[in-house]
């Protein structure tokens, strides 16, 4: 992983930066209890008054009814479609403040891409006109608010194990290789760092520990954590493929 992630924190020759856009994009990716909000809290904490980064949420820490709509689509309230436009709503929301346009950093909890690939991949409810129309609008939203598709050749792709790095060491790598060469304007490309846990007990473990009632009632021992964590590293091969 050093390696590869090394080799993403390249910068530019100082005479080329106006070559490439002025806002750049990490993208912290992965299953559940992988360290994504650890690492993005931490981050928040240490950047509060940096004016150019701005931080966007997913879903179920951007809206206080997050996790009730979550239930819902677990319990069979709503549709996962109803769902998933719910989610592209969230990000949009945060997409109209100033501060999101004027950012020279922005740090996601996922790619808002991850709505269909990841989580209406294995979905048989979803007809073909809801899929379409769920990827119509995240096209529509990356391309009107310039936000790189994963497709892009400019997104690089590594990924992490966080339990075979400490969550302090990956968050000054971060800090130190990506976000502040980003915010010099030395920094060559997009990134998106996949997080995961190598140790699926361990991983079963911090779920129990942060004890979210939904992830509770669908996950009761660490082999149902499989399926969403190679959904993940399917995604990630299939785009590191294409980019690379």
Known sequence: MDDSFVECTSVLPSNDYKLYPFTRHVF???GLAVGKTTILN???????NVDDIFFVQEYIDYDVEGEKRLESLHNGLIKNYQFQKYVLQCYKKQFKRNEFKNARVVIWE??????LSIFCENDDSLTDEER???KNEIDYLCEIYDIPGLNNINVKFVRIDTTSIEIERIIQMLLNGVIYPMLMKNYRHDLFVLLYCGDLKEQFRRVQKRGRNIELSLYKKDDDLFKINDTYFKFYLKHDKIIN
Request: with cysteine; charged share 25%.
């Open 42 to 48: 931490y981050i928040r904490s240490v950047c509060f």
């Open 132 to 134: 379409k129309d769920i």
């Open 110 to 115: 996922r790619h808002l891409g991850e709505a």
């Open 28 to 30: 912290l990716s992965g």
